[in-house]
């Protein structure tokens, strides 16, 4: 396991330090942006608490902190498709963590992805707005990278609407 992160004791300590202090909000949680190590791609943006930090940085795979279900969670855990940890960036004061990483899929030559929808990344729509000036979702991935039901079962998540 990690040792204990550094308390937070200045400003300069934080933000020009080597001291891991990370500064989790009122929830105990910090979020976390995982960009694809190869492409740059935005994979996914979840949150950790301190644990999944830990679990994190000591075991190399993405750990987070699911809001949803209350409770820690390693990628992968039900899908099998990992996310090994290539790289981890915090910023400037030590609020927002990025995990560059690589996928592994739980069968060879697998499709690679890190969405519980299918998709290889969570952001596969961008945002336009029409002549109208309404705004209309645009999907930027043509099809999915797995069957979520076959993968998770036919259990709809009422926490999501």
């Known amino acids: 396991m990690t040792p204990p992160f550094a308390p937070r004791l200045s400003v300069e300590q934080v933000e020009e330090g080597t001291e891991l202090a990370p500064k989790f909000n009122e929830h105990g949680l910090i979020p976390c942006i995982t960009q694809h190590e190869t492409t740059g791609e935005v ?16 075991t190399g795979f993405a750990h987070y902190w699911s809001r949803s279900r209350g409770k820690l969670w390693r ?21 927002c963590v990025v995990l560059r990483v690589t996928l592994e899929s739980p069968t060879a030559g697998g499709d690679e992805a890190s969405c519980h929808v299918g998709y290889r990344s969570c952001f596969y729509r961008e945002i336009e707005t029409g002549d109208d000036g309404a705004a209309v979702l645009r999907f930027l991935e043509a099809s999915k990278a797995f069957d979520p039901v076959a993968v998770y079962g036919d259990t709809p998540n009422p926490t999501r609407l």
């Not at 994979?43 to 000591?58: C, G, V, W």
């Not at 990628?75 to 609020?95: N, P, W």
Request: charged share 30%; net charge negative.
């Open 75 to 95: 990628k992968g855990e039900t899908s099998g498709m990992r996310q090994r940890v290539v790289r981890t960036l915090i910023d400037d004061d030590q609020d």
């Open 43 to 58: 994979l996914m943006f979840a949150y950790m608490n301190e644990e999944a930090l830990r679990l994190t940085l000591a």
